[in-house]
Nanobody, 121 residues
Framework: QVQLVESGGGLVQPGGSLRLSCAAS????????MGWYRQAPGKQRELVAA???????TYADSLKGRFTISRDNAKNTVYLQMNSLKPEDTAVYYC???????????????WGQGTQVTVSS
């Protein structure tokens, strides 16, 4: 089993920045992919960004240039740096991890509990 602990959400003014973190722990052999999704009220959950263990990244087209995803493989942690935040970025942000079990070598997708990001003056 893998546990995900998210941190870094909160209230920020338009134009401000936030950095989200998500640390994975448990019986982990490897983590091929880590990423962030978000869900705004009344909307579907959408991909924000993802990163492979080798550092290849994918971003939602609308967020390129403002958001940056990174990871620390030694700490099994993924980060999301969010700059120039807009009110429309307000959502619950979820960490997403594809982890391979140390004992079974089975790959499973895990979700964090979500962290609220509110952009408002």
């Amino acid at each position: 089993q893998v546990q995900l602990v998210e941190s870094g959400g909160g209230l920020v003014q338009p134009g401000g920045s936030l950095r989200l973190s998500c640390a994975a722990s448990g019986s982990i052999f490897s983590i091929p992919n880590m990423g962030w999704y978000r869900q705004a009220p009344g909307k579907q959950r959408e991909l924000v960004a993802a990163i492979t263990s080798g550092g290849s990244t994918t971003y939602a087209d609308s967020l390129k240039g403002r958001f940056t995803i990174s990871r620390d493989n030694a700490k099994n942690t993924v980060y999301l740096q969010m700059n120039s935040l807009k009110p429309e970025d307000t959502a619950v942000y979820y960490c997403n991890v594809d982890a391979v079990s140390m004992s079974t070598r089975v790959r499973t997708r895990y979700w964090g509990q979500g962290t609220q990001v509110t952009v408002s003056s």
